[in-house]
């Protein structure tokens, strides 16, 4: 049962460690990348590469609510239950 734990904890850690370190470089390298590669014109106008930096932030003031209503609308015996403590 322990390993187990274990194994979800240490995919878990995998899991976030990846997520921070492509998050920490959007203000480097994504901006860049922004810049370089992509096409940033929209409807004949140009959007500067800095503005896609603020897309995160945005999506999660757009998606909160959704995600929010979803939750609130399941039923709370579908709801994750908290670990219990070994004993």
């Known amino acids: 049962m322990e390993k187990t734990r274990l194994r979800a904890d240490v995919w878990l850690f995998l899991a976030a460690t990846l ?32 503005w896609t930096q603020s897309l995160p932030a945005l999506f999660v003031i ?17 709801w994750p239950r908290a670990p219990s403590p070994v004993r």
């Open 19 to 50: 997520f921070w370190l492509v998050y920490d470089q959007m203000g480097n390298e994504l901006n860049l990348f922004a810049a370089q590669k992509t096409d940033l014109s929209l409807l004949g106008w140009h959007v500067p590469a800095s």
């Open 62 to 78: 757009v998606l909160a609510p959704v995600f929010a209503t979803r939750w609130a609308s399941r039923s709370p015996r579908s």
